[in-house]
């Protein structure tokens, strides 16, 4: 009687063993069913260009990673990454996932797959991505799903270093600065504030009384410019270098035979000034305010504003 009992007490401890595994398993094979179909309605959301939908897939702390871009870790920042992602001209993306894992706690999961986008490159040409991406799910409280870290990049090859990254003679990419002045980006310093442009001007005209917080070296290709403050004239070949604490007006000259183009690596900010001596404050220019200012232009341009991605350092 005694032996009977105790194999029945294991039948019944096995039998509850096994059916706390299946329960556990079918739990879990639930989830990524659920993550899966989750993940797809997103790309959907994503496909009909619904921003507005497509960011509440997102945890309120949630981490977005897009390639050669910093992190946004704000609400705001990734509502305008994604804005800009599916607003731009020719933009259109999907992606599909290839693998779910949901951990053993039944709150995170990480999802995997990959992606297509189509987008429209600088030169205004149709141009393909694809790449692979992985977010982490995470239970809220209320029992909803949502994204806490999300990031992707591109299975294509870098563009060679030989590539070019400014066309002076394509006057789509020039961004207007001032009267008759232009610029073409080249790198905006994410670190220290700083950039490097083309400068382009037509004879006569100028940038206004500015003061540099740091060091800015230049390099003229075309035409005659100078600083009124000074009795120099740069020309083509002309290399110049300004120390940091410098107020001065630039003007290209009247009888320059061509419009100015000159290269300028800028080591900080500027700050606008309303008078040469003793001025005031009128504005502020940096990196950071020159790639919005460029961004916004290549938006209104029908440029893919992604593409000034690349030239973030």
């Known amino acids: ?38 993940d797809a309605k997103w790309s959907a959301a994503a496909g009909a260009k619904d921003v507005d939908k497509t960011v509440s897939y997102y945890a309120a702390d949630a981490i977005v990673m897009p390639p050669n871009a910093s992190s946004a870790t704000t609400k705001e920042a990734i509502r305008s990454a994604w804005k800009e992602m599916l607003t731009s001209p020719g933009a259109a993306i999907s992606w599909k996932a290839t693998k779910v894992e949901v951990a053993n706690s ?31 799910f995470k239970k809220q409280t209320d029992g909803t799903w949502k994204v806490i870290v999300d990031i992707w990049n591109s299975d294509l090859p870098a563009p060679a270093s030989s590539e070019k ?12 600065y001032a009267d008759g002045v232009w610029f073409q980006p080249c790198c905006f310093n994410v670190t220290s504030g700083g950039f490097s442009v083309v400068l382009k001007g037509l004879p006569g005209a100028m940038v206004g009384t500015h003061y540099h ?38 003007v290209i000259t009247d009888d320059s035979p061509e419009p100015m183009v000159t290269l300028f690596v800028v080591g900080g900010g500027l700050i606008y000034l309303d008078k ?29 504003a992604r593409q000034l991605d690349l030239l973030v350092r």
């Open 1 to 38: 009687m005694k032996t009977k009992l105790i194999l029945s007490g294991c039948a019944a401890l096995f039998a509850l063993t096994v059916a706390g595994t299946v329960s556990a398993a079918d739990t879990k094979s639930a989830i990524e069913k659920a993550l899966r179909d989750l």
């Open 106 to 136: 039944g709150d995170l999961a990480c999802v995997s797959g990959t992606y297509e986008q189509m987008m429209t490159d600088a030169s205004g040409k149709p141009a393909k991505d694809r790449g692979k991406y992985v977010e982490i």
């Open 165 to 176: 990254n400014t066309k002076l003679e394509d006057d789509r990419l020039w961004v207007p």
């Open 213 to 250: 917080v740091g060091t800015v070296h230049g390099y003229t290709m075309r035409g005659y410019w100078r600083y009124l403050e000074h009795d120099w004239i740069a020309k083509p070949g002309t290399y110049i270098y300004e120390p940091a604490g410098e107020a001065h007006t630039l």
């Open 276 to 304: 040469p001596v003793h001025g005031a404050v009128a504005a502020y220019e940096d990196g950071f305010t020159l790639l919005e200012l460029t961004r916004k232009y290549y938006r209104e341009a029908g440029l893919d």
